[in-house]
C-alpha cells in the first residue's frame, strides 16, 4: 500500500541505526496513516530498549572514536551543507511525505517546511567552525582560556506538527558542533525523519553520527530521558509531557532544553493598519492548521475596532475552506489525527458552554466524505478566564477578547501559564516596543506574525520552556565550556 500512495518515494520503515536499516529486536511495527484519508502508509518498526540501547551505542562509538570524532568542524559542515542541497532539491517528494504523514497543505511542507529545514541545515553547516573560545587576561602567569565541546549524544524528542523540521532545528546545530544523535520523531508521522537518515547517509555523514528510533513516547522517549547514555535531551512537545521528561532526565543529571507550548496573543490596537492585522491575524491562527506551537490563538482587541477588525477576520475565515492537503492550493488541510480533531472539537463545545460565541466555522468537515478536517473557527465575546482563553487548542479555532487600553492588553497577554509567542499591531512605535518589552514571551512580532529566521533564537518563557533554538544561542545548547589555566610561570 505505501508504494501507490507516495509515487516515485520508497518509504523507509526502519529504524536507522549505526549507518543501517533495522528492523526492531522484537518485530514489532505500528501503522502511519494519511488523516486526509484513513489509509495506512506504512508500518513503521517500533523500537524498544534493546533497540534505543544498540543506537545509542551507535552514537557513542561515532563519538568517541573514528572519522566523526576526528573530523574538521568544517568538513562537518560541509556535509551538512550537501545534506542542505539535497534537501532542496528533494523538497516537493519530501514534502508530498509530510503532507500525506501529517495532513498540511503540500504548500506548506514543499514550499515552505522543507527550504526552512534546509536552511536550517545549511545555517548550522556554515557555523560549525565559528564558535570560539575565550581567552582572559586574569593572571600574568598564567595561560586562562576555554573551549567549546560537544555535550556529547544528544536525545532528541521531537512532535508531529512540523515533523523533520522541528528534529532540524536540534539534528542541525547538535551534529555540526560534532555531537552524535538518537532521533525519536513523533509516532503519528514518523516516515520524513526516516528519509532524512537517508540523505544524510548519502551526504556523507558517518554512520553513527545520526540515528532514529521510531515508537511510543511512553516507553522508548520515556527510556531515552533516563538512558545513563545519552548526555543531554532535547525536546519539542506538550509541556505535560516536557515535565516528565525533566524528572525523568534528573536521575543522570542529564542536559535538557525544552521547546513546549503556547496561547500566544495576537494584540490589535485601535491605530493599526486593520486590513493587514485582519490578514496576519488569519496567518496567524490558521497556518499549520493552528497546530502551530506559535499559534496566536488569542486575538487581543481594542474595544472601539472590534467590531471593524472582526468582520475582516470573519470574512477572511470563511475563505479559509478545509481541502484536499496535496492539491497546491489548498490552506486548510486535515488535523494530524482522529484524536486530535476530537479534542479540537472538545474545546469548541467547551467555548460555548461557557458562553463565548462562534461567529465562523465551529464544526467537522471532510473531503470526499473522508478525513480529520476541521473548519476554520473563529470565537467572540471570549473572557480571559474561560478554557479556550487559557489552554492550548492545538487546532484551528481563534479566540478573540478586548482589551480597553494598553495596561488592560498587557495584563490579558499575559494571563496564561505560556510564554511562547506573541505579535503587537500599531502605528505607534513607541507603544509598539513598550508592549513588547511588557509582554512575557520568548519571540515578539511588532506588524507581523509567524516570520522566523535561522539567525534569530526561538524558544519559550514561562511554562513554554527554556532553551533556545537557532541562532548562536543554539550553537551554545550543544556545547559544554572547558576552562584550561596552562602554567606559564
Ligand atoms: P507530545 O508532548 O505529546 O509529544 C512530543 C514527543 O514526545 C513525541 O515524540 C512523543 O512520542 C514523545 N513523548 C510522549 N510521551 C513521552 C514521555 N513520557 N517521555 C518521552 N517522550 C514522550 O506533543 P505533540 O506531539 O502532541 O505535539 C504538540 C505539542 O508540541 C504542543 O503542545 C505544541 O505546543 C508543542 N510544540 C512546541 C513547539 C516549540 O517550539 N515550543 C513547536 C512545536 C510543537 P509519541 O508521538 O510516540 O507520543
Redesign the pocket.
Known amino acids: 500500500m505505501a508504494a501507490e500512495t507516495v509515487p516515485g518515494q520508497a518509504l523507509k520503515t526502519d529504524l536507522f541505526i549505526g549507518g543501517e536499516f533495522v528492523p526492531a529486536v522484537s518485530g514489532k511495527r505500528f501503522a502511519t496513516t494519511n488523516p486526509a484519508t484513513g489509509e495506512t502508509l506504512g508500518e513503521v518498526a517500533e523500537a524498544g530498549r534493546e533497540d534505543l540501547d544498540r543506537a545509542v551505542a551507535a552514537a557513542r562509538a561515532t563519538l568517541e572514536s573514528g572519522p566523526w570524532a576526528s573530523m574538521k568542524p568544517r568538513e562537518r559542515g560541509r556535509i551538512l551543507i550537501r545534506a542542505a542541497e539535497m534537501l532542496l532539491s528533494r523538497a516537493e517528494e519530501l514534502g508530498r511525505v509530510e503532507t500525506l504523514d501529517n495532513g498540511k497543505p503540500i504548500f506548506e511542507s514543499a514550499k515552505i517546511d522543507m527550504p526552512a529545514a534546509a536552511d536550517a541545515l545549511s545555517y548550522f553547516g556554515e557555523s560549525a567552525d565559528k564558535l570560539y573560545g575565550d581567552t582572559f587576561p586574569g593572571r600574568p602567569d598564567a595561560m586562562l582560556l576555554t573551549l567549546r565541546e560537544p555535550v556529547g549524544v544528544v536525545g532528541a ?6 515533523p523533520l523540521l ?1 528534529a532540524m532545528w536540534k539534528i542541525a546545530p547538535a551534529l555540526a558542533l560534532g555531537n552524535t544523535v538518537v532521533l ?5 508521522t514518523p516516515l520524513t525523519a526516516l528519509l532524512f537518515a537517508d540523505l544524510l547517509r548519502e551526504a556523507g555523514l558517518p554512520a553513527g553520527a545520526f540515528n532514529v528510533v521510531t515508537g ?3 516507553t522508548v ?2 527510556a ?2 533516563e538512558h545513563p547514555g545519552i548526555d543531554k535531551v532535547s ?5 505535560g ?1 516536557g515535565k ?2 525533566l524528572r ?1 532526565a534528573a536521575a543522570t543529571m542529564k542536559r535538557v532544553s525544552m ?4 496561547k500566544s496573543p495576537n494584540v490589535v490596537f485601535a491605530d493599526a493598519d486593520l486590513e493587514a492585522a485582519a490578514k496576519g491575524a488569519i496567518n496567524a491562527i490558521f497556518y499549520g492548521k493552528g497546530e502551530l ?1 506559535s499559534a496566536g490563538s488569542r486575538l487581543l482587541v481594542e474595544e472601539s475596532v472590534h467590531d471593524a477588525l472582526l468582520e475582516r477576520v470573519v470574512d477572511r475565515a470563511k475563505k479559509m475552506v478545509p481541502a484536499d492537503p496535496l492539491h497546491p492550493k489548498t490552506r486548510l488541510g486535515a488535523l494530524v489525527s482522529e484524536k486530535q480533531r476530537e479534542t479540537v472539537e472538545a474545546y469548541v463545545t467547551s467555548g460555548k458552554s461557557e458562553g463565548a460565541k462562534v461567529v465562523a466555522g465551529g464544526n467537522r468537515a471532510s473531503v470526499d466524505g473522508k478525513g480529520a478536517f476541521f473548519e476554520a473557527t473563529v470565537f467572540d465575546g471570549v473572557r480571559p478566564d474561560m478554557k479556550i482563553a487559557r489552554e ?1 487548542i ?1 487546532g484551528p479555532v481563534l479566540a478573540t477578547l478586548t482589551f480597553a487600553d494598553e495596561a488592560e492588553a498587557v495584563a490579558v497577554g499575559n494571563s496564561t501559564i505560556y510564554g ?1 509567542a506573541a505579535a503587537v499591531w500599531t502605528r505607534d512605535v513607541k507603544k509598539a516596543l513598550r508592549t513588547a518589552k511588557a509582554l512575557k514571551a520568548g519571540t515578539v512580532w511588532v506588524n507581523a506574525y509567524n516570520l522566523y529566521d535561522p539567525g534569530l533564537p ?1 524558544g ?1 518563557y514561562k511554562e ?2 527554556f532553551g533556545r533554538e537557532r541562532g548562536r544561542y543554539a550553537l551554545e545548547e550543544y556545547t559544554q565550556v572547558k576552562s584550561v589555566w596552562v602554567d606559564l610561570s
Do not use: V
Open positions: 524528542i521531537t512532535p508531529w506538527n512540523f522541528q525519536k520523531p513523533a509516532s503519528l511510543p513516547g511512553s522517549g520515556q531515552m530521558a525536546f519539542t512537545g506538550e509541556t509531557t516528565k521528561i525523568a521547546e513546549l507550548g503556547g506551537c492550548e492545538f511562547l526561538f519559550g513554554s520552556g
